[in-house]
């Protein structure tokens, strides 16, 4: 069974900075395309930024230049670097394999909260 867990999300000012942090077990990400997605209230889920294995990157356009994905395949871990928080960035954030649509295993996500 694939367990996914989200860690390092918080409350932080407008133009603040947080590292969030998945670690994945139960299946290796290193052959993989990784994947951070967000759900605000009343909102659909929407991707963030992927990690392809190869070492490309993908970022939503209104997260570009703020957000950096990284990944660690010897600690089977997902990051997501966020400078110049906005309080548009506000939402719960999940890592997971890509396209998550074909997954069926989902962590419980860490809390994301910018004050302005």
């Known amino acids: 069974q694939v367990q996914l867990v989200e860690s390092g999300g918080g409350l932080v000012q407008a133009g603040g900075s947080l590292r969030l942090s998945c670690v994945a077990s139960g299946r290796p990400i290193s052959k993989n395309t990784m994947a951070w997605y967000r759900q605000a209230p009343g909102k659909q889920r929407e991707l963030v930024a992927i990690?392809?294995?190869?070492?490309?990157?993908n970022y939503e356009e209104s997260v570009k230049g703020r957000f950096t994905i990284a990944r660690d395949n010897a600690k089977n871990t997902v990051s997501l670097q966020m400078t110049n928080l906005k309080p548009e960035d506000t939402a719960t954030y999940f890592c997971?394999?890509?396209?998550?649509?074909?997954?069926?295993?989902w962590g419980q996500g860490t809390q994301v909260t910018v004050s302005s």
């Open positions: 990690s392809r294995a190869t070492g490309g990157t």
């Open positions: 997971n394999f890509f396209p998550a649509a074909r997954e069926p295993y």
